[in-house]
């Protein structure tokens, strides 16, 4: 597994979460990463993105200002800091890398690396 992600579970609405997402490969401290989601019977959407350097960050006018994506000091780990969570934000949790920024925004083709999934439950 390249990419490992944690952190989901269950949350009340108004609550926070926060997912982790590990790359076994030291390439990727080198390459965009990003977090997607995909709710039941919904397509999978972007959420989140952050640059190699962790200086650039892209986030859905979903999330903006609800989520935070930050990368660890290694640049090989990503975090999702997720407060003041709704019902709507229940979805299971992909953390993603690509050599493309487009991509990883969601706007290209798919990222061409993915985690496993990691579900985010919040109830009303």
């Known amino acids: 597994v390249q990419l490992q992600a944690s952190g989901g579970g269950l949350a009340q609405a108004g609550g926070s979460l926060r997912l982790s997402c590990a790359a076994s490969?030291?390439?990727?401290?080198?390459?965009?990463m990003g977090w997607f989601r995909q709710a039941p019977g919904k397509e999978r959407e972007f959420v989140a993105a952050i640059s190699w350097s962790g200086g650039v960050t892209s986030y859905a006018d979903s999330v903006k200002g609800r989520f935070t994506i930050s990368r660890g000091s290694a640049k090989n780990t990503i975090y999702l800091q997720m407060n003041s969570l709704k019902p709507e934000d229940t979805a299971v949790y992909y953390c993603a890398a690509s050599q493309f920024w487009q991509d990883i925004l969601g706007r290209g083709r798919l990222p061409n690396y993915w985690g496993q999934g990691t579900q985010v439950t919040v109830s009303s």
């Open positions: 490969r030291v390439t990727f401290s080198n390459y965009p």
